[in-house]
């Protein structure tokens, strides 16, 4: 068969893939045993940090992420390391001003990031001007991030456009994320055309969820169309909210003449490391979901639902999930077709909540949806309804009209004065995303934390032994060699030693 061309691979496995299925769950202890292995299975590159990772990691876990990018570079040397940023948000739902911006993308490159995958919730452009241009200047990789949505705005001459500008303000790539699984093989086969157009020789990454099961397929009518990286996670972490298995992807490519670069063999022992992860700290696997109509009209990520769900069962509501989904669509719309992504989608999402428990749309409206109606976060794609924009707005209520982060004053100076002295920019830039509640208990955790003891803290032959000797009734282990490798036969003893 002839070769028609290379397609790389990026791998979703350490960032979005436990973000989907395991709560944004997986800790250095997980991850760092198998870093160097898939160093060399040859992605693209591999997605380690930001969005919800980043906050989930320093509330929840007691890690530091500065510290998982500098032990994940030593270990991962080969593979460029990526970072997602939420615009002038970086990794939570604040709005930051240009100085800490600036100087967060500084020491990403410091770290050992190699590129960022930048996006804005509105794709409002002016929202990523900083990020864009300190990343060109410190010298990371700019991949440029559209959300996907559905909704008579979200065209493919809208994204043609949006990627023009991307490019035109030094993004180096276009990665098109869709979140909810919203695209379709017949959507993926005219926007890539057109983004193709628009960007010339750019390259176009695709990154779909397998929300609606579609995401597989898609991927390669993608590649089909002309697009030129696929986003996937190791199969454990593929499927469902997730995103498509990177072997059964590679499988699919190969079969019809195209190379991805990627080490089959060893993608397969990758993957046996997370089917022991999986089985050793309790977590799900991902599995193939069917098409659910539902998620093109309320279009939520999988991830939120799940978490949704269990706030809704937490105060005896969770049997009313069908109708704050169908209200989600609704809020969706009135806030002018905003892609659900966050920290949006969690304003939605709130809303759609109180809207059905007061039985009345738009009674009580949050202060962070009236902040986006009078444009403190940006442009929508469309204009907010009348129905919202009458219940948020107040007398006195003053329009944003400019870019969100020239709104905030430089922080960095008042926040070492206040609060310093710190040893690091890291540390300077912990207070200013987290109060000392928060950072004297992952301060704490770092100063025992010694993560160099996961570095090979991974191996199979003993892993199997270890668990086939605490059952007592096995008289021998035996090896069946490959190749010309012998069998081996291991004697077990009384007390369930070899």
């Not at 080969?78 to 100087?103: K, M």
């Not at 500084?106 to 409002?124: P, S, T």
């Amino acid at each position: 068969m002839t070769t028609k061309r290379h397609v790389p691979i990026v791998d979703e496995t350490l960032r979005d893939g436990h973000q989907c299925l395991w709560s944004t769950r997986m800790t250095n202890e997980m991850m760092l045993p198998i870093a160097e292995r898939m160093d060399r299975v040859g992605f693209d590159s591999i997605d380690l940090i930001g969005g919800a990772v980043w906050d989930v990691s320093v509330r929840f876990l007691k890690e530091d992420p500065w510290e998982r990018m500098r032990h994940v570079r030593r270990l991962i040397t080969r593979t460029p390391i990526n970072a997602i940023v939420r615009g002038q948000s970086l990794w939570t739902f604040e709005v930051f001003p240009n100085d800490v911006v600036e100087l967060a993308i500084e020491r990403l490159k410091a770290n050992g990031i190699a590129q960022v995958a930048v996006y804005d919730q509105f794709n409002d452009l002016r929202n990523v001007e900083v990020v864009v241009a300190k990343a060109n200047q410190v010298g990371l990789m700019v991949m440029g991030t559209l959300v996907f949505s559905w909704s008579p705005v979200h065209t493919d001459e809208y994204y043609a456009a949006k990627a023009a500008q991307f490019i035109a303000i030094g993004a180096d790539e276009i990665n098109l994320k869709d979140p909810s699984g919203m695209l379709s093989v017949e959507r993926i086969r005219t926007i890539v055309p057109a983004l193709r157009t628009a960007i010339g020789a750019a390259p176009i990454n695709i990154h779909s969820h397998c929300m609606t099961g579609r995401a597989p397929d898609v991927l390669l009518a993608g590649v089909e169309a002309g697009a030129d990286k696929l986003h996937t996670c190791v199969s454990p972490l593929a499927h469902g909210a997730s995103h498509p298995p990177a072997e059964w992807i590679h499988d699919r490519l190969v079969e019809r003449g195209y190379t991805t670069g990627l080490d089959r063999e060893l993608l397969e022992e990758v993957a046996g490391y997370f089917r022991y992860a999986c089985w050793r700290w309790d977590k799900p696997r991902g599995e193939p979901v069917a098409f659910d109509a539902r998620v093109l009209e309320h279009q939520m990520p999988g991830g939120m639902i799940t978490n949704l769900v269990n706030q809704l069962r937490g105060i005896g509501i969770e049997h009313r999930l069908d109708e704050i989904l169908a209200e989600t669509a609704q809020v969706r719309k009135d806030m002018g077709y905003v892609p659900v992504v966050s920290p949006t989608a969690q304003f939605m999402v709130t809303q759609a909540v109180l809207n059905v428990m007061q039985g009345e749309r738009y009674k009580t409206v949050p202060d962070e949806l009236r902040k986006y109606c009078l444009g403190y976060y940006g442009q929508p794609p469309a204009p907010i309804a009348p129905e919202l924009m009458n219940r948020a707005v107040r007398d006195g209520d003053t329009f944003v009209t400019g870019r969100a982060g020239d709104l905030v004053a430089p922080a960095l100076e008042r926040v070492r004065r206040t609060r310093g002295p710190f040893k690091t920019d890291e540390d300077l830039l912990n207070a200013v995303f987290y109060g000392d509640e928060i950072l004297t208990p992952l301060f704490a955790a770092r100063a025992r934390a010694d993560y160099t003891r996961f570095y090979n803290g991974y191996n199979p032959l003993r892993e199997l032994i270890e668990q086939i000797t605490r059952h007592r009734h096995i008289g021998y282990i035996g090896l069946r060699g490959r190749g010309e490798s012998p069998d081996l036969r291991i004697e077990m003893t009384g007390e369930g030693r070899c």
